[in-house]
């Protein structure tokens, strides 16, 4: 039995959780997946998937196996890459995800570890803080930028924090000009409440930080337009009659566009901490280690202060 390959098929199962997705997944037949799962319980000596006609899930002894098949598996491949890199040069695929507030910064910071290490091969994925959380914990993806405050004091998670997230309300503008987009006077959040709006879903924690805000502000708000795609929030107001409340990170995307006036929210001013997370336990990649160097770096550093939160100058 190839232990390895059978941690795979696990993985596998229970990702698809369905024996023929499973063993497609794995190119191989079903008889050939199920054989090795049964070879691997009788190595173990204990249940490690529930059976009827279809699956139906793990034993508890079989969750404690697939957590260590998934850390086995990750330890595997960092030490496939150590034996392959040439005089220790980081190289190889680097699997980052970000909550979708935050995946413009994201892409300047995997576009800059790039242009530093020419062996590493960023994958820049979106997702919601929940998939990027229990993505760090089965090791799916190795390091995320989020919202670092949703972290629980159990979690086997450490954080480097990167910048504070600051929020304006983005309209068409009312005397657009050639020079981009213009920064305007600040607007309080019970005058932003008047406005017609368009904001993230309610399962998005972005919008859970701009709900709250609203009710510090003693104003609750029912916006007129809703959706989960960030691309869709900003061609709204270009294309519409309606405002949107948006982070920093997004604003600095719409830099060039005349058509657009942003307005830093202000009574309150509100802040929510954005910064890299990654698995505790597992012992980090090259890849990893050159990333959570250029995490620390002082030129990375002063360009994600400049695309994001209050919007510095990044000329000087």
Request: charged share 15%.
């Amino acid at each position: 039995m190839n232990l390895l390959s059978t941690f795979r098929y696990l993985l596998a199962l229970n990702e698809h959780k369905h024996f023929g997705r499973a063993a497609a997944a794995c190119h191989i037949t079903q008889p050939a997946l199920s054989n090795a799962l049964r070879a691997l319980e009788r190595e173990f000596d204990v249940v490690i998937v529930k059976r009827d006609r279809n699956f139906v899930g793990l034993t508890p002894e079989g969750e404690r196996v697939l957590a260590s098949a998934q850390l086995m598996l990750h330890e595997a491949s960092v030490l496939q890459r150590e034996l392959k890199a040439a005089l220790h040069v980081p190289q190889g695929p680097l699997r980052m995800a970000a909550v979708p507030t935050a995946v413009p910064i994201l892409g300047r910071f995997a576009a800059m570890l790039r242009a530093r290490h020419p062996g590493i091969a960023p994958v820049v994925l979106s997702m919601s803080s929940q998939a990027l959380e229990q993505g760090l914990e089965d090791m799916s993806i190795e390091l995320a930028l989020g919202y670092t405050a949703r972290m629980k004091p159990a979690s086997r998670l450490n954080a480097l924090a990167q910048y504070t997230e600051h929020y304006f309300l983005l309209r068409r503008s009312t005397a657009p000009q050639t020079a981009g987009l213009q920064i305007g006077a600040s607007l309080s959040w019970p005058e932003a409440a008047r406005l017609p709006l368009c904001l993230l879903t309610s399962e998005m924690h972005n919008r859970t930080v701009v709900d709250a805000a609203f009710a510090s502000a003693g104003v609750a708000v029912t916006p007129a337009m809703e959706t989960n795609s960030i691309l869709t929030l900003i061609l709204s107001v270009v294309a519409g009659d309606v405002c949107s409340v948006l982070p920093g990170a997004l604003v600095s995307t719409a830099r060039d566009n005349p058509l657009l006036e942003a307005l830093p929210m202000c009574d309150p001013v509100v802040g929510t901490p954005i910064g890299f997370m990654f698995r505790a336990a597992a012992r980090p990649s090259r890849a990893l280690e050159a990333a959570l160097t250029l995490a620390n770096d002082d030129a990375w550093r002063r360009q994600a202060a400049a695309h994001s939160g209050l919007l510095i100058d990044d000329s000087a």
